[in-house]
């Protein structure tokens, strides 16, 4: 049987280390529930050090790809590789401030005109009831104005997460989640909506569920990136506003 690992690079020991076990269970030479050889094999197999060894080990756990179980008959098992850890990872370049207001707005007028374009084609009578009964609860708080604004971008948010549902795709659901969760950092920081901000934001929202409704997958697209670009737009001015050069 041909290992499944060779000696590591020394030049780069420890990257390689993490690479090659990371690749053998991407590959899938190693699928979820398999363990990882022991250490003293692994030693042999990779010709490292038990300290470079154990901290590769680390890397990968909190990749999500191993689980390290302690104890007898513990060791080193790989995990099911799930879309959770594309979002873990999303969620940390954002939180770590490398990813700006702009940047936000330019994968999500990608990723957000896909979503609803796939709604477009995938709706069912359901989805419609629910996204009807959203943009219902959203009128009520623009009615409120700005003293409803906490209610409305909470409604706000579960609209454009149920329009990520409605495609049945995991890794789309897992990233808007990331997505959206995050953007509210920046609406705690810079955002003072007023009425007309409310309203128009509110008309978007109609314009996209009708189109999506009606099975108008481009119409949709153009509507849901113009949405996107509009809020950022405005957001950009408020954060302007508070510090000029910002963005």
């Avoid at 700006?100 to 709706?123: D, P, Q, T």
């Amino acid at each position: 049987m041909k290992p499944i690992f060779r000696a590591a690079r020394q030049s780069r020991i420890f990257q390689d280390v993490v690479a090659q076990i990371q690749e053998a269970i991407i590959d899938g030479r190693l699928t979820a529930g398999d363990k990882l050889p022991a250490e003293r094999e692994l030693k042999e197999m990779l010709q490292t050090s038990r300290s470079t060894l154990r901290e590769a080990l680390r890397v990968l756990e909190q990749k999500g790809l191993i689980e390290i179980k302690l104890g007898t008959g513990g060791g080193a098992v790989v995990r099911s590789l799930t879309s959770d850890q594309v979002a873990e990872s999303l969620d940390l370049l954002i939180r770590s401030q490398k990813v700006s207001l702009n940047h936000l707005a330019e994968f999500r007028e990608s990723i957000e005109g896909n979503v609803v374009a796939l709604a477009a084609e995938r709706i069912c009578r359901e989805d419609v009831e629910q996204l009807n009964q959203l943009l219902d609860q959203a009128g009520n708080c623009v009615e409120h104005g700005t003293d409803e604004l906490k209610e409305f971008l909470r409604v706000d948010r579960e609209l454009h997460m149920l329009l990520a549902k409605i495609t049945r795709n995991p890794v789309y659901i897992s990233i808007l989640i990331t997505v959206h969760d995050n953007i509210h950092r920046y609406y705690e920081r810079i955002l003072t909506m007023e009425d007309r901000e409310m309203r128009e934001n509110y008309i978007d929202l109609c314009e996209i569920v009708q189109a999506v409704s009606q099975g108008q997958t481009e119409k949709a697209r153009k509507l849901a990136q113009s949405h996107v670009w509009r809020f950022t737009s405005y957001m950009n001015r408020q954060a302007h506003t508070i510090a000029p050069g910002a963005g």
